[in-house]
């Protein structure tokens, strides 16, 4: 183990005022370093070790331009264990302090596989001392705190790329392509899947910390949450609570509505907007994700996910929104039918549905044209596509405003079902990311940080 531990008055003081003027130099503000070249290797570390890391890692094993160099995360027996193994053979350092592992070991890049609630506040340090970012999604945990991040990465002319991997997949982006350059006509409505929102958490009795972990871990791995007293279903459940996430499980709003609603971005041309309207369609109940009475059927894309949300049980609402154009985008789906992991396109011409390596449409001529790509891993490729853009300094194909946007309608979906509004048509402004008549969804486009953890100062 690199790196020493530390007291809580050197995380308080280096989450807060400290870093608004961080005592990092970025290695390229001296001409050194800087990113690598057309033929070299990216220097890579990675944030946050739990199975998401692991499964990044062993995809992209023996990615040409990829040498991970480092890893790091603040409970100390995973980076041991996350070391041991997928990398013991690799010479990789490990740290629990992420800032020291930056600027010990000077990567191009980081990958940040953390919590959604701490990856802001790691993002815009690691922004900051000088690395372009590979951040999971959900990006943010607020859509205020994203537009921050999107701020830090063009102020300091960073390469990033957001973990909806279905953009970097062929046949996902040439059936997107279909539909934006107008195989269909007009596209007159969207429907995607009513996802399931995050529930809210009830303290339990503090139970024993694991072995390995103490106060000051806890404190650090809470970040800008209420500092509540340790308990496993915290530590290990984070994805199902709001003040985590936004509803990060399978069949979630954050978890897999990152993804189908950053398709439908992909195939509405909308990357950088979002919609004019938003209806909330009914009341918001606690819910199965769907009868699963239905007999699949042999153009049901997401026929593979339904077992995987069929245990999933949470808030949901039917919601519809609309874009300037006129596209209605009726998010109301349930989990034992159609793209859990994309939508379908309904226009003048007929329907495509687009789910993560697979399309279906009616008629089927609409994509018997051409011949589409065959099916593809897509984090291989998304990886592969931040090394090339980290080289060419040019935009990845998740670039972070778009991961903005995909976010956006995630949590804008959870505002308006806390909101209540049914059958009221509320209009946001996708340029001020604000609502212009409803206040109260307005109050819920940030969270209130734990004091010592804010984001740092954009300087």
């Given at each position: 183990m690199s790196g020493r531990k530390w007291t809580r008055r050197e995380v308080l003081k280096a989450g807060g005022a400290a870093l608004a003027f961080p005592h990092f130099i970025p290695r390229r503000a001296f001409g050194v370093g800087g990113p690598a070249g057309a033929d070299e290797q990216v220097k890579v570390a990675i944030i946050g070790l739990g199975g998401r890391a692991g499964g990044v890692v062993d995809e992209c094993r023996g990615l040409p331009g990829l040498r991970i160099i480092a890893v790091a995360d603040c409970f100390a027996p995973r980076v041991d264990a996350f070391i041991s193994r997928h990398g013991k053979d690799q010479s990789w350092k490990g740290y629990e302090d992420f800032r020291k592992m930056i600027e010990r070991e000077k990567p191009d890049g980081v990958m940040i596989e953390t919590t959604t609630h701490a990856r802001a506040w790691?993002?815009?340090?690691?922004m900051q001392m000088g690395c372009d970012a590979y951040i999971e999604k959900p990006m943010s945990l607020s859509i205020a705190e994203g537009r921050y991040m999107v701020q830090a990465a063009r102020k300091y002319n960073r390469v990033t790329q957001v973990g909806t991997q279905q953009r970097s997949i062929p046949i996902n982006n040439w059936a997107s392509d279909l539909v934006k350059n107008g195989t269909l006509g007009k596209v007159r409505a969207v429907i995607a899947p009513n996802f399931v929102g995050p529930s809210q958490w009830t303290d339990q009795p503090e139970a024993a910390m694991p072995k390995g972990g103490g106060d000051r871990w806890w404190d650090v791995w809470t970040n800008q949450a209420v500092l509540r007293p340790y308990h496993p279903q915290l530590h290990?459940?984070?994805?199902?609570?709001?003040?985590?996430?936004?509803?990060?499980?399978?069949?979630?709003?954050?978890?897999?509505?990152?993804?189908?609603?950053?398709?439908?971005?992909?195939?509405?041309?909308?990357?950088?907007?979002?919609?004019?309207?938003?209806?909330?369609?009914?009341?918001?109940?606690?819910?199965?994700?769907?009868?699963?009475?239905?007999?699949?059927?042999?153009?049901?894309?997401?026929a593979d996910y339904h077992a995987m949300a069929q245990p999933v049980v949470g808030p949901r609402a039917k919601i519809t929104m609309k874009f300037?154009?006129?596209?209605?985008?009726?998010?109301?789906?349930?989990?034992?039918r159609g793209p859990g992991l994309g939508a379908i396109f309904i226009g003048e011409k007929g329907k495509i549905e687009i789910n993560r390596n697979q399309i279906a449409a009616d008629p089927k001529e609409i994509v018997a044209g051409a011949e589409a790509p065959g099916p593809e891993r897509g984090t291989p490729h998304h990886v592969q596509n931040w090394l090339e853009c980290i080289k060419s300094r040019k935009r990845c194909n998740a670039d972070i405003e778009y991961g903005q946007r995909s976010t956006t309608l995630c949590y804008l979906v959870n505002i308006v079902r806390a909101a209540g509004k049914v059958g009221e048509i509320l209009h946001w402004d996708p340029k001020l990311e604000r609502f212009t008549d409803c206040d109260e969804g307005n109050k819920l486009l940030d969270r209130e940080r734990r004091k010592g953890w804010e984001l740092p100062g954009l300087t």
């Open positions: 790691i993002a815009v340090i690691a290990f459940g984070w994805p199902k609570w709001r003040d985590y996430d936004g509803g990060g499980e399978c069949f979630g709003v954050t978890g897999w509505g990152t993804h189908s609603y950053d398709q439908v971005n992909r195939a509405l041309g909308t990357d950088e907007t979002g919609p004019a309207e938003i209806r909330l369609e009914e009341e918001v109940k606690v819910s199965n994700t769907g009868k699963f009475s239905r007999p699949r059927g042999e153009e049901d894309t997401g300037a154009s006129g596209t209605e985008l009726k998010l109301h789906l349930d989990g034992d």
